[in-house]
């Protein structure tokens, strides 16, 4: 069986924009990149149920998103003054993408029309006081997805919180909760247990996954326990990236830049706790993101310094991962999105 799978990168060096690639699962190999969209560093990327392409995008001195058909012609883009986004998600039943702008601690809203283009629906700025760390020197919106009930969550770096929005049909956003994280967290990524009161935070600055038990009451998060992806004797730089969960729920996957290593854990008690069980070469610099496949026997990890790919088999009852291909050429990939 043949996936195709799309890569978002930066195009400060050699990339070109959003490519594509090939996953045989018979052969266990990446093969056949293509560029497929020329774009402005398209960093994060999604698709809608509908087969339409959403993606970060840079249009001269201004940032926003893009909107591309199923086939992948360019419809639309919204940008505004700044930087652009750093993170997209597609809200089906209310047919809306929500951005985060980590550069101007913004969470973005915009409306899907009928055509699949979009237009600006809502915009939040975060003013709460920031964690101690250097890089809080302002709030840092890295996250807008939607939790398992239909609010969205969104992590905020900078600010070292985790803030619940009500969302209204027309996309205007409330403010239902606020979890604040332990001081020089810097959350970055969240991803959600399949039973809905469970997620996982990735915290970037201290390199921790934190098991938060999520209340669909009130949409509030209470942590449960904190641990490191790391190993104990390393003190040089890293950075927390991107996390994953398999769809059963029993083992979660991180990644750290600079350690250049995916952390592998098994959940138990209904995933209210972790054992880390794997520590993973990616054999590559800094590894921005990754993902499971259709399958979820392999996983693909995204080297955004190194341009290479590397492929791994995982076995689905020991979650552990095997390398089996390293040195695929992408330039700059810093995202991985696999249809599901």
Known sequence: MKQTLLLGTYTRRKSQGIYQIDLDTDSKTLENLQLVVPEKSPTYLTKSAAGRLYSVTTVEDKGGCSAYDAEMHFLNA?????????????????????????????????????DGSLEAADAVYHDEPCGSHENQDKPHVHFTD?????????????????????????????????????????????????????????GELDSTVTVL??????????QLQK?????EDFNEFNGGAAIRISADGRFVYASNRGHNSIAVFETFEGGTSLIRRQ???????????????????FLICANQNSDNLTLYSRDAETGILSLIQKDIFAPEAVCVYVSK
């Open 279 to 297: 520590l993973i070469s990616t054999e590559g610099d800094f590894p921005r993101d990754f993902n499971l496949d259709q399958t979820e026997n």
């Open 213 to 222: 038990a999520y209340d669909a009451n009130d949409g509030s998060f209470t």
């Open 78 to 114: 919204v940008t505004e003054e700044g930087a652009p986004l750093c993170y997209v998600a597609v809200d089906e039943k209310r047919q809306l993408v929500y951005g985060a702008n980590y550069h101007k601690g913004e969470v973005n809203v915009y409306r899907i029309k009928e």
């Open 146 to 202: 939607l939790t398992p009930d239909g609010r969205l969550a969104v992590c905020d770096l900078g600010t070292d919180r985790i803030y619940t929005y009500d969302i209204s049909s027309e996309g205007k956003l409330s403010e239902a909760a606020i979890y604040l994280a332990e001081d020089q967290t810097g959350p970055r990524h969240l991803a959600f247990h399949p039973n809905g009161q469970i997620a996982y935070l990735f």
């Open 227 to 231: 641990l490191s992806t790391l190993p």
